[in-house]
């Protein structure tokens, strides 16, 4: 088999890896009692579309926030979501280790790239890492709040600790936002 088609198989490996993403459940909600918590790619999307727009609102580049938040997580496919509270009886692979041998097969710009996209999340200190990172944080306090209506009542360490964790003006004022609404106040604007 070519070199091309080997790098092919392995960069389209990537990609079905990446769909174990849509069925892996963010386990730290069974904690607080959430029956059928969200999956790892459910709040990887919305952390995206957070970074997005926390990176508006802070004059950073959006695109590469979406980025950097698109790719956050994808080491669960291999490690699980481990919740906070696991990760103190466990010595896990670092992320880039992790990622490393997830593309290890890929075409070489997927491998550099992708490699290069972690690494900046992981230690990078730049605007956009901060909004990365609040992004992350925002967006679990977001669920908090939505399972909190569902009448799940443990979750208020998942707010405080996701509200002591935020960097940016914006991603703070978007949390008091979030924390004095409802999950579906936001049609009110197209049903007055």
Known sequence: MSDETEQAKG???????????????????????????????????????????LAMMEGADPAKVALLCLFHDTQETR??????????????????????DQVSSSHPSVVSGVQRIVEEYEHGSS????????????????????????GYQNVQPWIDSSISKLKTASAQALAEAALTMTSIEWQQTYLR
């Open 11 to 53: 960069t389209a490996g990537f990609l079905l890896e990446m769909g174990m993403l849509k069925r892996a459940k963010r386990s730290g909600w069974w904690i607080a009692g959430v029956k059928d918590p969200e999956t790892i790619a459910e709040h990887s999307f919305r952390t995206g579309i957070v970074g997005a727009v």
């Open 79 to 100: 490690v699980s979501d481990i919740p906070h509270i696991g990760r103190r009886y466990l010595e896990a692979a670092s992320n880039e280790s992790v990622t490393a």
């Open 127 to 150: 605007l956009e890492v901060v909004c990365a990172h609040d992004a992350d944080k925002l967006e679990c306090l977001v669920q908090a709040v939505e399972y909190r209506e569902q």
